[in-house]
């Protein structure tokens, strides 16, 4: 039985899957509350948009492919300063990148592990890939 994140039950993550992944994601029916956007645009204009990140409704973002990287970070470089959330960068062999908010007004971003980011997807109650099942990230 995966953990939930049960602090904020009316928080919504945000997931943006690569065409691959959406089947995992439309059907999972997890026990967290998300909401899959299949447009890019749309998941950033909503992080931008001033109403939606003041009412902290989305704590946090999951780009699980459809984007390079290049793109996943200056979404984090321009992500509104009162969106306090935390960004998930999936890439193709299972490891990522995590942005979170440190210090008050520094976002930063590590690298994260195959095995850290399926612990952080069952952590919120979002379905995660077993592990073993990713390809090999092309160079």
């Given at each position: ?16 899957a690569a ?42 973002v999951v ?60 952590w919120h ?15």
């Amino acid at each position: 039985m995966p953990l939930v994140d049960r602090s904020r039950p009316d928080s919504v993550t945000l997931v943006s899957a690569a065409k691959s992944e959406m089947a995992r994601w439309t059907k999972a029916g997890g026990t967290g509350r998300y909401t899959v956007l299949r447009d890019i645009e749309v998941l950033e204009n909503m992080l931008r948009n001033p109403g939606t990140s003041a009412r902290g409704e989305s704590v946090r973002v999951v780009i699980d492919g459809g984007i390079d990287l290049d793109r996943f970070l200056l979404l984090v470089a321009t992500v509104p300063e009162n969106f306090e959330g935390e960004l998930l960068y999936i890439r193709r062999d299972g490891s990522g990148y995590l942005s979170t908010r440190e210090l008050k007004n520094m976002r930063t971003v590590k690298t994260i592990s195959e095995m850290d980011v399926e612990v952080y997807l069952r952590w919120h109650g979002l379905p995660a890939r077993p592990r073993g099942t990713y390809p090999p990230e092309m160079s």
